[in-house]
């Protein structure tokens, strides 16, 4: 599939983006830190950015709905054209200085099966709005990322693990995810978001089958699913939960060993 704007045939081969050190840097601590590293201890770039991906363009499609939703408020002019000029003219200015990086390095990403949807999303819809080539919006957006605080880069990296999360804690319903290899089953209490110096995310819960209340790293949450089990705490139970919160000694479990 060849696009005017991708100068590649992306589908087949990985897609070459020039970055700036300081972008690469970025992307290789965070790889480490979340977990994305290869057999042979490299960084995995390549499923870290293909993981981020689909976050990153749904935070671009919010900002431009409220773009869209600004523009009609002050003009009474085609607000969808006006739209996409005020979203070009954004990333003009935000991206300038990126821009003027020197571009010394580059990465190679390849979509994967999982994101080859969201790929075929931007060259469609977003490279003819943007008016940009596939590897300079890729660019655009990674710039962005990396000049957020870590705990934020954390969670958009996670988000969909977040996401699930709080829909668990929302409704009530048991989640099932994999935590350092085990399958946990948890209610889903309350996270903490950029605790402390490492500025950490973490999610509160109580391991039902262990009986322990634990703080989970977010970044080591692997495939959360919410279940359609609903758990009722008890008040003891919450009590002891909001205690936990309070003491903020996330690296501890603490086992119940009274019938919750």
């Known amino acids: 599939m060849n696009n005017n704007f991708t100068g590649t045939y992306y589908s087949a081969e990985k897609i070459k983006i020039k970055v700036s050190s300081f972008v690469l840097n970025i992307l290789n601590n965070d790889a480490q830190a979340f977990g994305f590293i290869k057999s042979n201890d490299d960084s995995n770039i390549n499923g870290l950015v293909n993981k981020l991906l689909p976050t990153l ?11 869209f939703e600004a ?6 002019v085609d607000s969808e054209k006006l739209c996409e000029f005020a979203d070009i003219i954004f990333d003009s200015i935000y991206f300038y200085d990126a821009e ?74 048991i989640i099932h995810f994999r935590y ?18 490492d500025q950490e995310n973490y999610l509160l819960g109580y391991d039902i089958e262990n009986r322990m209340i634990r703080a989970y790293s977010l970044c ?24 936990f919160q309070e003491n903020c000694d996330f690296q501890t479990t603490i086992k119940l060993e009274e019938n919750f």
């Open 57 to 67: 363009l749904e935070v671009k499609k919010l900002e431009r709905a409220r773009l």
């Open 100 to 173: 003027l990086e020197n571009l010394e390095t580059y990465i190679w990403i390849r979509p994967t099966q999982n994101t080859r949807a969201v790929f075929d999303e931007i060259i469609k819809s977003e490279l003819p709005k943007a008016a940009v080539e596939l590897s300079v919006y890729i660019r655009r957006l990674l710039n962005r990322y990396v000049r957020l605080p870590q705990y934020k880069r954390e969670a958009l990296v996670f988000d969909s693990e977040f996401e699930a999360f709080c829909e668990a804690g929302a409704t009530g319903h």
């Open 180 to 197: 350092n290899g085990e399958i946990q089953s948890v209610f889903a209490y309350n996270y903490v978001y950029g605790y402390g110096r």
């Open 71 to 76: 523009a009609k408020e002050f003009s009474s």
């Open 220 to 243: 080591e949450v692997r495939n959360a699913k919410v279940t359609r089990t609903l758990f009722r705490p008890s008040d003891k139970l919450i009590d002891r939960l909001a205690e």
